[in-house]
């Protein structure tokens, strides 16, 4: 904030002006006004800060354009203005291996339509070739140190052990990223000290808002056959796993709903065989399902095989529209009308806001594709487009300038997520709830957009992570 400062105005007045036969002679006096400028307090919000002249720049800025092509997808790169690298930390040969060329491909796209339609300031922006960790962090760590040293932020950091494995680097580096993850502690200054940009609905407003919706919808939805009063877990013992599951039973015992067994285990030790077992043997009205998306449709469909089908609630990590694509196993138990899944608290790619729609025209230019995980990517930039215009605002595309906008800027994304003051301690868990459906390209048309259940108003998320 500028200090109040005093600025001396000097306003001349000619008083007489006098002409001597004799000789001419000017009698002039002047006096001095002292006018109080109004304080001023400047965020990178306000106009106050547009007075900047010049942009300091560091690394990963540089004054040459945007390579036209990176990945074989277009850049959209201004060759007039300089060039802003993002690195990319992604899986594409682990278990997210799926998901990872779109997620990938959305970001992509993002820039290409951003920098067609501006850039940011004088610089367009390109993602640098994206890095393999295989969702494994000392992979990651890897990653990050082979690209830090050409990069301004990373537009991708996939997975919150991975992330969370490399946070003493960004927090040294000054270094921003976005994750790609959902947890509930990406919210909290006092866990990743500003060096995170979340977007999204994290996991465990979204297990909260799935059982919360589910008791009081699988009834009407099923024509009364299903009644929820016992309730299964099945996952991953990790942050999604953790926290879904912490949301699921902090809403179960709202609604009076026992929770009669809970299956969570390590990716690499998770038994397909032991959490079907636990369905056939012990049956319960609904589950609720976060593991990978390998292993879920392993999971529903062994279930089925031996003829239960319970009503069921996926993560939005748990479902991929090929499970609904013409010749899978699982298409006709997932179109049953007895699974539902979270949706990351993005809208799937059809949906009506601006922002999908600038999505599916930009998107049409590259691929035919309708996948989610190319919402996921798009709507990944968009608070990191927010942060880095403060950032040019401010004056300072420094990493610590980047690095302090992430703490004071509110971001908006043409509709796709509500609007968003980063930094502020209060996580956003407005949910979005989908119906797999193989008609539509995304494999999942939405059922409840920005459902926020009874638990999660409620519930005190001023206390820190769930789990």
């Not at 997210?96 to 990938?104: S, T, Y």
């Not at 940011?120 to 393999?132: N, P, T, W």
């Not at 996991?203 to 929820?228: E, F, K, Q, R």
């Amino acid at each position: 904030m500028k200090p109040l400062r005093k600025q001396g105005i000097i306003i001349f007045s000619i008083l007489a002006l006098i002409l001597v036969a004799c000789g001419g002679a000017t009698e002039e006096t002047s006096e001095v006004e002292e006018v109080v400028a109004e304080e001023v307090t400047e965020t990178l919000d306000s106009p106050a800060v547009t007075t900047a002249g010049t942009v300091k720049t560091g690394v990963g800025i540089t004054e040459e354009a945007c390579p036209e092509v990176i990945s074989n997808i277009p850049t959209g790169a201004d060759p007039t203005k300089g060039c802003i690298y993002l690195g990319m930390l992604n899986d594409y040969s682990g278990p997210f291996g799926a998901a990872g060329p779109a997620l990938d491909i959305g970001q992509r796209a993002f820039w290409l339509w951003a920098n067609s339609t501006g850039g940011i300031g004088d610089y367009s922006v390109a993602i640098r070739e994206g890095f393999d960790a295989s969702y494994n962090p000392q992979k990651h760590l890897e990653g990050y140190n082979s690209l830090k040293d050409s990069v301004a932020a990373f537009s991708m950091s996939l997975g919150t052990p991975q992330t969370l494995f490399i946070l003493d680097n960004l927090n040294e580096d000054d270094m921003v990223a976005v994750p790609m993850s959902w947890w509930s502690g990406w919210a909290y200054k006092g866990v990743d000290a500003s060096t995170v940009i979340e977007f999204g609905t994290q996991y465990c407003a979204d297990g909260m808002n799935a059982m919360d919706w589910a008791s009081a919808n699988a009834g009407p939805l099923t024509g009364g056959l299903v009644d929820i009063n016992t309730v299964g877990i099945i996952g991953y013992e990790s942050d999604y796993g953790k926290d879904f599951a912490f949301g699921i039973k902090a809403a179960a015992a709202n609604a009076g709903v026992e929770v009669a067994w809970e299956y969570l285990a390590p990716p690499t030790e998770f038994d397909v065989t032991q959490a079907v077992g636990l369905l056939v043997t012990k049956p319960v009205d609904a589950y609720f399902l976060a593991t990978g998306l390998a292993v879920a449709p392993q999971v529903a469909g062994g279930a089925a095989q031996q003829g239960v089908t319970p009503f069921a609630m996926f993560l939005g990590t748990s479902y991929n529209d090929a499970f609904v694509a013409e010749g899978s196993a699982v298409k006709g138990l997932f179109e049953s009308g007895l699974i539902y899944a979270m949706s990351f608290g993005i809208a799937p790619y059809e949906a009506d806001t601006v922002g999908h729609a600038t999505m599916r025209q930009t998107l049409g230019q590259i691929t035919d594709s309708a996948s989610t995980f190319f919402v996921g990517g798009w709507g990944s930039q968009y608070h990191l487009k927010g942060v880095l215009e403060a950032a040019v605002k401010g004056g300072d595309l420094t990493r610590a300038g980047i690095r302090r906008a992430a703490t004071n800027v509110t971001v908006s994304s043409d509709g796709m997520m509500p609007e968003k003051k980063l930094g502020s301690g209060l996580p956003d868990v407005a949910s979005t709830i989908t119906k797999p459906d193989g008609s539509v390209g995304s494999g999942a048309v939405v059922v409840k957009k920005d459902y926020v259940g009874p638990s999660a108003s409620a519930y005190d998320w001023s206390v820190g992570p769930c789990s």
